[in-house]
């Protein structure tokens, strides 16, 4: 499999193309896409299977790990639409769209988000909604549904996954949605991870395995964790996921 950074059109991680106007293929669409996950092989896997800009009309200009190269390379290529993982280093996904607010809101150019994300979890989705995202969908998704995503949001269009919908309305549109948790808030997106799989009864070096860091990098974020929320061990932490269905 070739790697995309090595090929003329597409940035490779904290890495910027310089625009280019190009009328693509599919039927004349183009959009320039900006990928933004902090597993290299994933971006590689998107680039093979979206980025034939002949086949598909998409065209990947650029390419980032965490959320300073995000918004370092968002802001040099101006893409029209940039998929962005809800975990991030960082920060997480919220952190880039924060910072790209002035991006999102050019009348003229506007930078449009969809989140790109193996968490279906609620309140993944609806930060990153809140954020300013125009939709959310899973790393299950086809190929050719993904780039037919990509094209409605780049037309304004709102895009979900079917199931992640529910949340939405339920957060945006219910006259009795619960307010936004100020604790749950305090914590980042990874952070919130670590606290459900915790939550969830798994040990450290499982938890590090599955998310691909060290147990020491697991233990530094259940201790950050506890202190945020005030709480003394993982059992407590784990009865204060549940009461918020968390879990």
């Not at 039927?27 to 800009?53: K, P, S, W």
């Not at 305090?186 to 590090?208: D, M, S």
């Not at 147990?215 to 950050?224: F, Q, R, Y």
Request: net charge negative; hydrophobic share 40%.
């Amino acid at each position: 499999m070739s790697d995309p950074t090595e090929q003329n059109k597409t940035a490779g991680a904290g890495e910027a193309a310089a625009p280019e106007q190009s009328t693509g293929g599919a039927g004349g669409r183009h959009v320039r896409v900006v990928l933004v996950d902090d597993h290299r092989m994933f971006r590689t896997g998107v680039q093979a299977e979206i980025g034939q800009t002949e086949q598909t009309g998409v065209e990947v200009v650029g390419e980032a790990a965490d959320v300073d190269q995000a918004v370092t390379v968002i802001t040099a290529t101006r893409p029209e639409v940039v998929l962005l993982d809800v975990h991030l280093p960082g920060g997480g996904g919220v952190e880039v769209l924060r910072r790209c607010a002035p991006l999102m809101a050019d009348a003229e150019q506007p930078v449009r988000f969809l989140a790109l994300s193996v968490s279906d979890a609620a309140e993944d989705v609806i930060g990153v909604i809140r954020g300013g995202a125009r939709g959310y969908v899973t790393k299950t998704i086809t190929g050719s549904d993904l780039v037919a995503s990509v094209f409605r949001v780049q037309e304004g269009d709102a895009v979900f996954s079917p199931r992640l919908a529910g949340f939405v309305l339920d957060a945006f549109a219910s006259t009795d949605a619960p307010p936004v948790d100020e604790d749950l808030d305090r914590l980042t997106q990874r952070e919130r991870e670590v606290l459900r799989l915790i939550a969830r009864g798994y040990a450290y070096k499982e938890i590090a395995k599955q998310l691909f860091i060290s147990v020491k990098t697991v233990e530094s974020h259940v201790s950050a964790v506890l202190r945020k929320l005030q709480l003394s061990n993982r059992h407590e932490l784990t009865r204060w996921a549940t009461a918020r269905r968390l879990v």
